[in-house]
């Protein structure tokens, strides 16, 4: 039995004849003719080799095997609009679910407002999230692990689609009773003999920043190098060096109380380029756009609050 000559026209046939118990009313509701109705339920017939409707002058039912057809044909039709639904969705940036991949110095302090907003413009959306490594990010999207991520640039990867969303300003931290604690702005040659707290060269915020540290006399302490940014504003606490932080985890992390400040560096922007990136041979790109206007829009939010407090 060739299973690809049942059409749904075929399938919606038989429904309309088992609701409606007629073939003229069923063709009326169909909006055809009950000549095409007609043809239609007999080639199907002809096609499973079974009787499926019950036809006299009084009307038409159902067979037993033509009830459980018509089961069928209603999970196949729903199945169909469902599928339908998702090709619409996702064609307007509402797909259904999305697995993101975000660095760990990132996903805490950002997506939580992001991710309220992309509920509140996106109801029906499923975001999958999952912290990674930023040496990993990138391998791990090229595998498949993740549909999208974000991470900072530049990444140079030929198969992956890119877009820059954010600069995120680096702000000097120090104990809040180090000697340059009462000023507002730190002047760059401010810098110079100061000992910096870095995290580790596996991390990507270390090679920008080491350039800038030798460029103003500061050194990067040789007893330590940091794995989480916790513990660097934890050390700086302690007064055994000062150290750079990102501006949103500043905001996250840093309060009126705590036993470090933030201050800004004058003369020099220090900024990480934060992008989204997914794979070219991916589709969707709808959805990506609109993950990328959200973080755009909440990282302008955020980074206009932090900034405004120092």
């Known amino acids: 039995m060739p299973a690809d000559s049942i059409t749904l026209r075929q399938l919606r046939g038989l429904l309309a004849v088992a609701e409606a118990r007629n073939f003229r009313k069923a063709a009326d509701n169909l909006g055809i003719t009950q000549p095409s109705l007609s043809a239609q339920i007999q080639t199907l017939e002809t096609t499973l080799g079974v009787s499926l409707v019950e036809r006299s002058r009084s009307g038409a039912l159902l067979t037993p095997l033509g009830r459980d057809v018509a089961v069928r044909a209603r999970r196949i039709l729903d199945e169909t609009t469902a599928l339908a639904d998702l090709a619409t969705s996702t064609h307007d940036g509402l797909t259904t679910s999305l697995r993101l991949g975000v660095m760990p110095t990132v996903g805490a302090y950002l997506l939580p407002t992001a991710v309220g907003k992309l509920h509140r413009a996106y109801p029906d959306l499923r975001l999958y999230i999952r912290e990674s490594a930023p040496r990993r990010l990138v391998q791990e999207l090229a595998e498949g692990v993740h549909d999208v991520i974000i991470t900072h640039l530049p990444i140079p990867d030929a198969e992956l689609e890119v877009r820059e969303v954010y600069r995120e300003p680096f702000l000097l931290t120090l104990a809040k009773d180090h000697a340059l604690s009462s000023k507002k702005e730190i002047r760059t040659d401010d810098l110079d003999g100061l000992e910096i707290l870095s995290l580790d060269p596996s991390y990507h915020l270390h090679d920008p920043l080491m350039g800038v540290f030798e460029t103003f006399g500061a050194r990067v302490s040789p007893r330590y190098e940091g794995t989480s940014l916790d513990a660097l504003r934890l050390m700086t606490g302690m007064n055994m ?70």
């Open 241 to 310: 060096g000062v150290t750079f932080l990102p501006a949103l985890y500043v905001r996250s992390e840093i309060h009126a109380g705590s036993e470090v400040v933030a201050r800004k560096l004058t003369g020099r922007t220090l900024t990480r380029t934060m992008g989204l990136a997914w794979r070219k041979s991916a589709r969707g790109n709808s959805a990506f756009d609109a993950l990328r206007r959200v973080v755009e829009d909440s990282f302008e939010e955020l980074g206009a609050e932090v900034m405004s407090g120092l």
